[in-house]
Structure formats: structure tokens, C-alpha cells
């Protein structure tokens, strides 16, 4: 068991096999904003503010500037649920940043056989039942989250949601779009 404040990165490590993962949990998919908002069960202006601040950055496709459209991984929209499930609980955005540390440098396939465990101060990472056991033998209040079951959550709203590839051409924007027009005036001199 260790604390996720406590622990140090382990060097990411990349899937063996890709020919075994779905196409919808690699990274060569990705969902814009709403859809991760829906699937993740956060507003977009929590969505937003956590891209501009770090705590999750949108993997497939981030850009910079007004006009783009983030696209946010399966494992990016699992670690969304997973920091919206700690806050509901209390946990602090200091103690979720650390853990979302952590769990960044997990592959998607490990995440499944994490369980998160906090007693509200400090969020422990547990891989084992035996972890589990301990933890709670201490006989303080703590909670749990099992990852794995996040996961299948995540996987069926994504699945009823549209998604796209990061080199897929951007739509054209919406002809009444004038706040872009301006913009490209003013730019244009």
C-alpha cells in the first residue's frame, strides 16, 4: 500500500500488446469536452478549469488558443470520474492532484486493478486485498474506490457518446459564429 503523496513515479511503461486493446480506450480516439463532461458526471467549467490549471490535460489532442477543440482520452475521462468521485467524498484538490499524479503514470490496463482508498486526508493506493485489509484495520473511516468499476461505468456512457480522431479535420465553425468573425477581423488588421 502505498500513499500517493508519498510515492515517486514509476517510469511509464507502454502496452506490450496494442492489438488486444479496443479501439475506443487507446489513444487514437478522443471525445471533445461535453462528451467527457457527460461520461465523467463534472460541469465543462470544472472540465475547463483543470485543463488550464493542470490537473488534467486532455491527452489526445490539447490546443492551445481559442478555435480548437480539446479531445480527452478514455484514461483521461476515467481519471476525470475518479477526481469527481474524491471530491464528492471530500478529499482535498491538493490530495487529488497528488493522486492524479500517480495514477498518470499508470498504463490504461493497470488502472483497472487499483482500488483508491482515503480516510479523507491522505489517498492511498491499493493493489492487493491484503492492502485493503490493512488499511482498514487501522480503524479509522476510510472509503474506497475501485477503479475497475469506474472503468466499466466510463466504457458504457462512452459508448452511447460521439467521438473522433485527433487528425480528423476540425468542423468548419457554425456560419453565425461572430464572435470568431470579429476576432479574425480584429487579427487581420
Given at each position: 500500500m502505498r500513499s500517493a503523496e508519498s510515492t515517486t513515479?514509476?517510469?511509464?511503461?507502454?502496452?506490450?500488446f496494442t492489438?488486444?486493446?479496443?479501439?475506443?480506450?487507446?489513444?487514437?480516439?478522443?471525445?471533445?469536452?461535453?462528451?467527457?463532461?457527460?461520461?465523467?458526471g463534472v460541469t465543462y467549467r470544472q472540465l475547463d478549469y483543470w485543463a488550464r490549471t493542470g490537473l488534467l490535460e486532455p491527452s489526445v489532442r490539447n490546443p492551445s488558443g481559442s478555435g480548437h477543440q480539446r479531445l480527452y482520452s478514455f484514461r483521461d475521462i476515467l481519471v476525470l470520474k475518479i477526481v469527481k468521485r474524491l471530491l464528492?467524498?471530500?478529499?482535498?484538490?491538493?490530495?487529488?492532484?497528488?493522486?492524479?499524479s500517480?495514477?498518470?503514470?499508470?498504463?490504461?490496463?493497470?488502472?483497472?486493478?487499483?482500488?483508491?482508498?482515503?480516510d479523507g486526508a491522505?489517498?492511498?493506493?491499493?493493489?492487493?486485498?491484503?492492502?485493503?485489509?490493512?488499511?482498514?484495520?487501522?480503524?479509522?473511516?476510510?472509503?474506497?474506490?475501485?477503479?475497475?468499476?469506474?472503468?466499466?461505468?466510463?466504457?458504457?456512457?462512452?459508448?452511447?457518446?460521439p467521438s473522433e480522431r485527433p487528425d480528423a479535420e476540425a468542423p468548419a465553425p457554425h456560419p453565425g459564429d461572430e464572435l470568431r468573425l470579429r476576432r479574425e477581423q480584429r487579427s487581420a488588421g
Amino acid at each position: 500500500m502505498r500513499s500517493a503523496e508519498s510515492t515517486t513515479p514509476a517510469p511509464r511503461q507502454e502496452a506490450l500488446f496494442t492489438e488486444g486493446v479496443p479501439e475506443a480506450l487507446s489513444d487514437s480516439v478522443g471525445y471533445r469536452g461535453p462528451a467527457a463532461c457527460r461520461a465523467a458526471g463534472v460541469t465543462y467549467r470544472q472540465l475547463d478549469y483543470w485543463a488550464r490549471t493542470g490537473l488534467l490535460e486532455p491527452s489526445v489532442r490539447n490546443p492551445s488558443g481559442s478555435g480548437h477543440q480539446r479531445l480527452y482520452s478514455f484514461r483521461d475521462i476515467l481519471v476525470l470520474k475518479i477526481v469527481k468521485r474524491l471530491l464528492d467524498t471530500g478529499v482535498s484538490l491538493q490530495q487529488i492532484r497528488t493522486a492524479v499524479s500517480a495514477l498518470r503514470d499508470r498504463g490504461v490496463s493497470d488502472l483497472a486493478g487499483i482500488t483508491l482508498m482515503s480516510d479523507g486526508a491522505t489517498v492511498y493506493e491499493c493493489t492487493s486485498d491484503d492492502e485493503v485489509i490493512d488499511l482498514m484495520r487501522g480503524g479509522q473511516g476510510v472509503f474506497g474506490i475501485a477503479v475497475g468499476s469506474v472503468w466499466r461505468e466510463v466504457e458504457g456512457s462512452l459508448a452511447e457518446l460521439p467521438s473522433e480522431r485527433p487528425d480528423a479535420e476540425a468542423p468548419a465553425p457554425h456560419p453565425g459564429d461572430e464572435l470568431r468573425l470579429r476576432r479574425e477581423q480584429r487579427s487581420a488588421g
